[in-house]
């Protein structure tokens, strides 16, 4: 049990009356590479945010690292933490968004070494080491002082991957991180990605690219309407396809 | 019919003017400077997820947006003695202004705040930064950018409101313009050499404002 950097269970949210999930249960273990596939809307990116706490959820807890995130019970009421620590809980997971949602206002640079100045209180001449060498192992180090409008979405999602990842997290956290790019620049991000697996991250990713979660998963979770409908090895689900459902929503893409 | 031009005996005057133009000048950064720090603060409050903080900051716009800035200005410069707080002239008057701005300022900071994608307050979130943090080094910074433009045609427009301090008898440039009028009164002259003060202040503002959006653009 303690193994699992990531345990959540029973895991409910409703967006006003309209309910997202209920009952999720999923173990991620240290070193682990977990993918979620499924529809649009099945609920999948905001699992996701819940576990960044990006979300709030209704019922159901999420520990990380062995200790409960988001929420604690006060009184026996259920109590939301305060942003100061829920702040400081979000260091345990690193997110890379679908937008890339890069700081426009900043270099590259900046962006990767801001956290590490405002909240690992490195000097800056430390930060900027760290970031600048975390900006090479993405393949951008001839880009440390470019702006986000000057990059490609390639090229920004590789900036935003490296300021997740220098911040240390124990878990990174990946919502479609290619779905908003050109074809032609899936592959610098998700080699990237790639890298970082078999460096031995833990990571969770969110994503439609099927043979890219054939090839770096351990485990594959399948959502459907809210649910975990599937879950298994990569062979499990992309090649035995137990239930109809799978079937159906794998038979849209021609892999 | 024929009048006779004199810009001579306005001319003479110039400093009289010039020394009202400098002075108006102060009255309208002082103002914009306060303003801008009330307009902030009363913009954080517009976006706050507590209603009734957004409550305060929307009543505080409706009252000072919808007062004439002359009705204003009597009501702090006339009114407020009356109730034993006694300020200058010139503190009335900026007290008066800077109220009026801050209310103007509280909806252009507002809407280049809620421009902010939300999603880029998110990645400040996700790397450990607290709100404090977020606003200080995402929010404020991308937020001044977007609205430089209208703060800079807001500070125009308040240089030119200061010539309703000449109603309380602040030597600014109105005011020292009507002086020189009931001396000479060479009406024509004095009125027109003072709206080209005016003009070319205000031209020479835009241009210095315009340069500065340039270099923040390309930073």
Redesign the interface.
């Known amino acids: 049990m303690d193994e699992n950097l990531l345990q959540i269970r029973g895991l409910e949210k409703w967006f006003g009356t309209l309910k997202v999930f209920e009952g999720v249960d999923l173990d991620v273990k240290a070193g682990e590479v977990v993918s979620i596939i499924g529809a649009s809307g099945s609920g999948k990116t905001t699992l996701l945010r819940c576990v960044?706490?990006?979300e709030t959820f209704q019922a159901g807890t999420i520990l990380l690292d062995g200790n409960p995130v988001g929420y604690h019970e006060a009184n026996s009421k259920r109590k939301r933490f305060s942003?100061?620590v829920i702040?400081?809980q979000?260091?345990l997971?690193?997110?890379v968004?679908q937008?890339f949602?890069?700081?426009?206002?900043m270099t590259a640079l900046c962006n990767v070494s801001?956290?590490l100045i405002?909240?690992k209180k490195l000097s800056k001449a430390e930060a900027e080491k760290e970031a600048s060498r975390w900006l090479e192992r993405v393949g951008l180090s001839d880009k440390i002082h470019s702006r986000p409008s000057q990059l490609s979405g390639g090229q920004q999602q590789r900036v935003?991957i490296a300021?997740?990842v220098a911040?240390n997290p124990k878990i990174l956290l990946f919502d479609e991180p290619t779905s908003a790019l050109d074809p032609e620049l899936v592959g610098e991000v998700l080699n990237v990605i790639k890298q970082l697996a078999a460096d031995g991250a833990t990571m969770v990713i969110v994503t439609h690219e099927m043979r890219f979660a054939y090839e770096v998963s351990d485990k594959v979770v399948f959502m459907d309407k809210g649910k975990i409908a599937s879950m298994g090895t990569p062979a499990e689900i992309f090649e035995e396809r137990k239930s109809d459902r799978l079937k159906e929503f794998l038979s849209t893409f021609n892999s | 019919m024929r009048y006779f031009w004199n810009f001579n005996i306005v001319f003479a005057q110039i400093d009289l003017l010039l020394n009202g133009l400098l002075l108006g000048l102060l009255l309208a950064v002082a103002s914009l400077m306060i303003g801008v720090l009330l307009g902030l603060f009363m913009a954080f409050l517009a976006t706050s997820k507590h209603l009734w903080l957004r409550v305060v900051s929307r009543f505080y716009v409706t009252l000072l947006r919808n007062t004439p800035l002359l009705v204003l200005i009597f009501i702090v410069y006339f009114g407020l003695p009356d109730i034993y707080v006694r300020l200058g002239k010139n503190e009335s008057f900026v007290f008066a202004l800077s109220l009026y701005a801050g209310a103007y300022m509280t909806e252009v900071f507002r809407a280049g705040l809620e421009a902010i994608p939300k999603g880029i307050i998110e990645a400040g979130q996700a790397i450990g930064l607290t709100p404090l943090q977020i606003c200080w080094n995402i929010q404020l910074p991308i937020m001044f950018k977007n609205v430089l433009p209208s703060l800079g045609n807001y500070l125009i427009s308040l240089f030119k409101d200061t010539s309703l301090a000449a109603s309380i008898t602040i030597p600014e440039l109105t005011y020292s313009a009507k002086k020189i009028n009931t001396l000479t009164f060479r009406v024509f002259e004095v009125w027109l050499v003072t709206a080209a003060l005016y003009i070319v202040a205000c031209y020479l503002m835009a241009f210095i404002l315009r340069r500065v959006e340039r270099r923040f653009a390309i930073q």
Request: net charge positive; glycine share 8%.
């Open positions: 960044n706490l990006l942003e100061r702040a400081r979000r260091l997971t690193g997110m968004f937008q949602n890069l700081f426009p206002h801001l956290g405002k909240v935003a300021r997740a911040m």
